[in-house]
């Protein structure tokens, strides 16, 4: 895992942006600025690191030094990210390539402060997703998960039928093998939030929706992957998805909405 190209992930970065839930960051900076009181450093491990996108929005918010742990299976990716990491003097970051899907989750998170993810756990199963937060847990670690899909597709007054078949096929797809075991999909927002909550965390949680237009870079490529997707469910419809796919790029004054949830999670005081 990363499986992702650093063109899409770069395209994406335009819309996670923007996207973030404001709240839930602020949540984050709170904890950090306590935390600075108790500890001199931060150890952050960040899983599905990719190109460092979330590494280089989170930096800026920190006012201690972080020891960055960038995890991920693709060694290009990874090269990006260490080459254009934002740190502090007193930062250090180092590149770990492992394959979340089989690595010993324990091990990767050993001595972390704080867990982070962005567009992950929507691709992870329900039996990774517990072995990661009882490693969490076994740490006194909390938990950022930023950006992760919970089905919502909308185009505003383009919201049309043929959009309501390719919103269920997603949805579906969404739900095969990822390399995990059969993905969350759009349920993972839920299966995080109550699996936090079982294991006696504090979550902070809220909406975390792109908005792109079609003429943002990455729109084309976002909209066909949706009748690619669809189209592995439902050949039949490739044609008319293919066709549903131009017209709704050509709309004028689109607005697409794609939903998504953060979380930031911390161990319930005793």
């Given at each position: 895992?990363s499986g992702f190209?650093?063109t899409?992930?770069s395209?994406?970065?335009?819309w996670?942006?923007?996207?973030?839930n404001r709240?839930?960051?602020?949540?984050?900076v709170d904890?950090?600025?306590?935390r600075?009181?108790d500890g001199?450093?931060?150890?952050?491990?960040?899983?599905?690191?990719?190109?460092?996108n979330?590494?280089?929005?989170?930096?800026?918010?920190?006012?201690?030094?972080?020891?960055?742990?960038?995890?991920?299976?693709?060694?290009?990716?990874l090269?990006?990210?260490g080459?254009t990491?934002l740190l502090?003097d007193?930062?250090?970051?180092?590149?770990d390539v492992?394959?979340?899907?089989s690595?010993d989750?324990?091990k990767?998170i050993?001595?972390?402060d704080?867990?982070?993810?962005s567009a992950?756990?929507?691709?992870?199963?329900?039996?990774?997703?517990?072995?990661?937060l009882?490693a969490?847990?076994?740490?006194g670690?909390?938990?950022l998960?930023?950006?992760?899909?919970?089905?919502r597709?909308e185009a505003?007054?383009?919201?049309?039928?043929?959009?309501a078949v390719?919103?269920d096929?997603?949805?579906?797809?969404q739900?095969t093998?990822?390399?995990?075991?059969?993905?969350?999909?759009?349920?993972a927002?839920?299966?995080?939030?109550?699996g936090l909550?079982?294991?006696?965390?504090?979550?902070?949680?809220g909406?975390?929706d792109?908005?792109?237009s079609?003429?943002?870079p990455?729109?084309?490529?976002l909209?066909?992957?949706?009748?690619?997707?669809?189209?592995?469910?439902?050949?039949e419809?490739?044609?008319q998805?293919?066709?549903?796919a131009e017209d709704l790029?050509?709309?004028p004054?689109?607005?697409?909405?794609?939903?998504?949830c953060?979380?930031?999670?911390?161990p319930?005081?005793?």
């Open positions: 895992m190209s650093d899409w992930l395209a994406r970065a335009a996670d942006g923007p996207a973030r709240t839930v960051q602020g949540a984050l904890w950090t600025r306590k600075a009181l001199p450093r931060l150890r952050i491990v960040d899983l599905g690191a990719g190109n460092g979330n590494q280089r929005h989170l930096a800026p918010l920190f006012m201690q030094p972080v020891d960055w742990v960038l995890i991920d299976s693709d060694r290009d990716l090269t990006i990210a080459r990491a502090k007193d930062d250090t970051l180092i590149t492992s394959d979340l899907a690595a989750l324990a990767l050993a001595g972390a704080l867990v982070t993810a992950l756990f929507d691709l992870v199963a329900q039996g990774w997703l517990d072995r990661l009882n969490l847990v076994d740490e670690a909390a938990l998960a930023v950006l992760t899909y919970d089905g597709i505003g007054a383009g919201d049309d039928g043929v959009l390719v919103r096929l997603v949805n579906k797809h739900r093998d990822k390399g995990f075991g059969p993905a969350l999909g759009p349920g927002p839920e299966a995080l939030s109550a909550e079982a294991r006696a965390y504090d979550v902070r949680e909406q975390s792109w908005i792109v079609a003429e943002d990455g729109a084309s490529a909209v066909g992957g949706w009748a690619e997707a669809a189209s592995e469910l439902a050949p419809r490739t044609d998805l293919a066709a549903w790029l050509a709309r004054a689109l607005s697409i909405r794609v939903g998504h953060d979380h930031f999670a911390t319930r005081a005793s």
